[in-house]
Nanobody, 121 residues
Framework: QVQLVESGGGLVQAGGSLRLSCAASGRTFNAMGWFRQAPGKEREFVAAISWSGYSIYYADSVKGRFTIARDNAQNTVYLQMNSLKPEDTAVYYC????????????????WGQGTQVTVSS
């Protein structure tokens, strides 16, 4: 049974940092990514990484502030979030994909339950 379990969310002041983790079990994945959904908005792409780590993509809104990384030995993907802004407030979801890395929400095969990130001003 495939599971993706996120952790690391919480409440932080603007300018602060958080690190999200997503532990996968049941199988390994070529691509893993992070998405987020704010209240009243659609789920949007944040970052994605290929198995090798060679291919990495970021949404323009987080470039230079967020860093995605993965540890294949632990089957875990991370999202380091720095210089957080109130507009980063959302539920953050980990996702995994069997095929090549992608940035489109609907193309991911497995999803975690989400972790709340709240950035206060």
């Amino acid at each position: 049974q495939v599971q993706l379990v996120e952790s690391g969310g919480g409440l932080v002041q603007a300018g602060g940092s958080l690190r999200l983790s997503c532990a996968a079990s049941g199988r390994t994945f070529n691509a893993m990514g992070w998405f987020r959904q704010a209240p009243g908005k659609e789920r949007e792409f944040v970052a994605a990484i290929s198995w090798s780590g060679y291919s990495i993509y970021y949404a323009d809104s987080v470039k230079g502030r967020f860093t995605i990384a993965r540890d294949n030995a632990q089957n875990t993907v991370y999202l380091q979030m720095n210089s957080l802004k109130p507009e980063d407030t959302a539920v953050y979801y980990c996702a995994a994909r069997l095929s090549r890395v992608a940035t489109v929400t609907g193309t991911y095969d497995y999803w975690g339950q989400g972790t709340q990130v709240t950035v206060s001003s």
